[in-house]
């Protein structure tokens, strides 16, 4: 199985980002966005995440499509926890329920 | 290896799971809690795992490229990123048990100099360094195998044991370290983050 090596500098920039990112949600984690700080502060998580599998543990680059249904999945089921928990207790005070 | 990080993956996600749910039923008790969090330490741990990640790729790198003394440079790196990181963590902990931020302390959120409660509802602001004390240590576990690991492929390294056709055990082990970097990447926000803008007006 041939491997792509991927130039360090790749590697460099990849971190130099990761050091950007982190720095301007640390910065932004001074200012009162409301309800947006936690979004924020999550998007931009994601996108650490998704720049340290991609480049660092070499999504990116792998030849196997079995690498990928076995991150995917792992990704879905974590949502799927995730989503489906959220569902019950962000909605639970919706509604006004009779009698309680 | 990445079969095992999907049982990773969902191993963390309940911990993440049991946070959502907590920090959904009690916000002002947990975020009470997240302000008295050590931002600063919190940031530093974060660069010093971001750095260690990229010698763990440099190592990686040098293991493809079959440059036997880069791979042992780069892993040494890493050891002592790894151990800086668990460092200040400690310190951070001594922080809280000096604070009378334990849970299960009898003086759970007694001010160590006034003497007085500084949270509204103690009890589940105890739950709130609970899942952190938990989520934490669990993680501070991992990089205690990752250095082991790490420590074990630099050796092997040294031994010229990789070339630049039989280097799986230095991938792998990246592999995992990076993942290890991905919790402290979701951590941060989450423990550190998200309430911050409370404790500083």
């Known amino acids: ?23 301007l949600t640390a ?28 480049f660092f543990m070499h999504l990116r680059y792998t ?10 999945v792992g990704f879905f089921w974590l949502s799927l926890l995730l989503s489906l928990s959220a569902t019950d207790y962000v909605t639970r005070n919706f509604l006004p329920v009779p009698g309680k | 290896m990445w079969v095992f990080l999907v049982t990773e993956i969902m191993f963390f996600g309940g911990l993440f799971t049991a946070y959502m749910v907590y920090r959904i039923s009690y916000p002002s008790a947990f975020d009470q809690g997240s302000i008295h969090m050590d931002f600063w330490a919190g940031t530093i741990n974060l660069v010093v795992l971001l750095c260690s990640s990229l010698t763990m790729a440099l190592a990686v790198h040098a293991a493809q490229m079959g440059e ?49 409660q500084i949270y509204q509802d103690p009890r589940h602001t105890e739950l709130f360094f609970l899942m952190y004390f938990i989520m934490t240590a669990v993680h501070a576990l991992h ?9 074990f492929i630099a050796i092997e390294s040294w031994r010229g044991r990789y070339t630049r056709y039989y280097h799986n055990p230095v991938e792998n082990v990246g592999l995992y370290w990076h993942f290890v970097d991905i919790i402290w990447i979701w951590l941060y926000p989450l423990l550190y983050l998200i309430s911050h803008h409370h404790a500083t007006g």
């Open chain 1, 1 to 23: 199985m041939a491997e792509t090596i991927v130039s360090s500098r790749t590697y460099i920039v990849v971190w130099l980002t990761l050091m950007a990112l982190s720095a």
């Open chain 1, 27 to 54: 910065g932004l984690s001074w200012i009162n966005l409301g309800i947006w700080s936690g979004f924020v502060a999550f998007a931009i998580a994601s996108m650490k995440m998704l720049l340290v599998a991609l």
């Open chain 1, 63 to 72: 030849h196997q499509k079995m690498v990928w249904v076995i991150a995917l």
């Open chain 2, 68 to 116: 036997r003394k880069k791979i042992v440079v780069m892993l040494i790196g890493t050891l002592v990123l790894g151990t800086a990181f668990l460092v200040i963590k400690g310190y951070e902990y001594h922080e809280h048990w000096v604070d009378h931020n334990v849970p299960g302390d009898a003086l759970f959120g007694i001010d160590p100099g006034t003497g007085q």
């Open chain 2, 143 to 151: 990089m205690v195998i990752g250095i082991g690991l790490v420590s």
